[in-house]
């Protein structure tokens, strides 16, 4: 987030407003980050276990679908599950509002002193935000849930985590389609250098520099694939 | 969320305030669904291609530990990339303030402009609201980035996420670990009850009834699941 250092009018309203946009770039980032992680450590795996290059791509496009459509699902049963909360939230306070508008006055009033506002400053302030019923609902929203007033599309978010997953889950997978003899150290490298990209396309809205964030990505994920081929190597002998 | 009636100054105050503390449902729930979903899609991609059980095993104790530490770590960063972003904001608004504190002072004016506050009680609650650094600044991370300033822990974050991934991905498992005969069907019983019961409990954040967020989570499940399935049993016989 960059941070903006000119006060015209016009400026700080353009900034209010930017903030109020819906983003989908997490969904891609946490949607590729989990395919490329979970189709990797199935590899990794089946490597460290020795079983079959056929597993890896039985398994590895099974999870791909199965794990990518989950990801995605429950993406858009938790962005419609917000959407309607704010939706359900809005119209109950908005019958309250007309029921007991007093105990709703004087919820604002707790409010806006709690920003520091008294005496008629605070009396006037108060009936001007209950003056609107949209600026009264939308101030209980925000500072008596804490709740976001963005509104993101449930289909979008789903669709922008399934097709990251799909997208960075083939990556590991495409030397054992194409048969390559190499296949396990061309998968690393080219999952490698997606978690490192990933990682780095989340600096945008972190405050770490960008190789940094691709670097500790790609930690996690290496470390993960690790463990998935210690366990595979071990519990080879075992069962 | 349950909306009390009680509009005395008491009762708001602790709304207020119990709408600022962090909560771990959300970490579990997310955490058990993958932890389930991912592990039971492995058995049934494994049944629909007729591997073999100790393919299941291998692979499922596999995705268990590094899918698993691969979500928790995920979170723990996400998490504490949140309160980072934070503090990093709080100390360039604090800056800005010192610096130039009327352009910062009109983005205040702005904001109360944007509840409908309008005339000398603006200039009275403008004056209030920045005559407290915390409050002034508080208000703009929550008003103009549209920041939640609920700090949640990211170790608590990650390990909730990480013990529910691990419960809820061993009870697929179970069946084949005793060396049950009839292990598939055992394991989507336990299963299904697993993905209604961690959809129900879900309901406590969402308007829905908790026998529709149970069955809506039971079904995304079983749909993964059969996805899973049918590209095992489709890919056996083309690999």
Redesign the interface.
């Known amino acids: ?1 960059k ?1 903006e ?1 000119d ?1 015209s ?1 016009a400026a ?2 353009a ?2 407003s930017a ?2 946009k819906p983003n989908y770039i997490r969904d891609w980032v ?1 949607g590729g ?2 395919g490329a ?2 189709t990797f ?2 590899i ?3 490597v ?2 020795e ?1 079959s290059t ?2 890896i ?3 590895g ?3 791909l ?3 990518g ?3 995605a ?2 993406n858009y ?2 962005t419609k ?1 917000e959407v ?2 704010l939706e ?2 809005r119209r ?1 306070e908005r019958k ?1 509002i007309a029921a ?1 508008p ?3 006055r ?2 604002i009033r ?3 002193q ?5 005496g ?3 009396e ?2 108060v ?3 209950t ?2 019923d949209e ?1 009264w609902i939308s ?1 209980m929203l ?5 709740l ?3 509104v993101r599309s449930p289909m979008l978010s789903a669709a922008s985590t399934f097709i990251a997953f799909l997208i960075c889950g083939l990556v590991p997978l495409m030397p054992y389609l194409i048969g390559s003899e190499d296949g396990f150290v061309i998968s690393l490298v080219a999952t490698a250098i997606v978690f490192f990209a990933i990682g780095a396309t ?1 600096a945008t ?4 520099p960008w190789w940094r964030s691709g670097l ?2 790609l930690a ?2 290496l ?3 690790a ?3 210690a ?2 190597y071990f ?2 002998s075992v ?1």
């Open positions: 987030m941070l250092h006060h009018v700080i309203r900034r209010l903030g109020a946490y980050i989990d992680v979970t450590a199935i990794s795996g089946v460290g276990a079983l056929r597993t791509i039985i398994m496009f099974a999870n679908i199965a794990d459509f989950s990801m699902a429950s049963s938790g599950t309607d909360n359900r939230l109950i309250h007991e007093e105990g709703e004087e919820e707790q409010i806006l709690g920003k520091g506002i008294e008629e400053a605070l006037s302030a009936a001007a935000v003056s609107n600026t101030t925000v500072d008596e849930y804490g976001s007033e963005v989340k809205w972190s405050p770490q500790e990505t996690i994920g470390a993960a694939s463990v998935a081929y366990i595979g519990l080879k069962v």
